[in-house]
């Protein structure tokens, strides 16, 4: 008569089992939340950069008279969307769309006395913003665009 010495797994080794991949697990769910957050983040980096572009597409129609070196002009979140040259944006941090109406976002183009054009972006969402670079400037440079300088509103 043969003796039968694996009769299957005791309650501890399914237990440690069960414990494994339950920490697998949650490392997993950390690694994708985080990536998700970062993902986020740098889309709300790629929307500054879409309302950058539209304000060039903007400046570039010659729908801004710039009178003197070193003169200004703030071109709206909402300006744009009417002129057509931005769809309303979504909100990727919230899923809703940024309203025209209700949004304070704007682009700053300043000329130079060179001639030259220097953008800066105040980019508003519902929850993080673009717009806290310098006390003297809250707008960011185009060239300082990135996630590091998303703010809490």
């Known amino acids: 008569m043969l003796l039968r010495t694996n009769r299957g ?3 501890i080794e399914l237990l440690a089992v069960i414990v494994i991949f339950g920490v697998v697990s949650l490392i997993a769910v950390i690694a994708v939340l985080h990536i998700i957050e ?3 983040e740098q889309a709300f980096v790629s929307n500054a950069y879409a309302l950058y ?7 570039g129609a ?3 008279e710039f ?12 300006q744009l969307v009417e002129d057509g040259m931005l769809e309303p944006m979504q909100d990727p ?13 704007y682009v700053l183009v300043k000329k130079r006395e060179d001639g030259n054009l220097e953008y800066s972006v ?5 929850t ?6 310098s006390e003297q400037s809250p707008e960011v440079p185009i060239d300082a665009l990135s996630v590091k300088e998303i703010r809490d509103q």
């Open 53 to 59: 572009e539209a304000a060039r597409l903007h400046v």
């Open 38 to 40: 970062k993902s986020r």
């Open 93 to 105: 941090f919230t899923g809703n769309v940024l309203s025209p109406e209700n949004n304070s976002s």
């Open 67 to 78: 009178l003197s070196p070193r003169s200004s002009e703030t071109l709206t979140y909402k």
């Open 122 to 126: 105040c980019l508003k969402g519902e």
């Open 9 to 11: 797994m005791t309650l």
């Open 128 to 133: 993080k913003q673009l717009c806290t670079y």
């Open 62 to 64: 010659e729908k801004v």
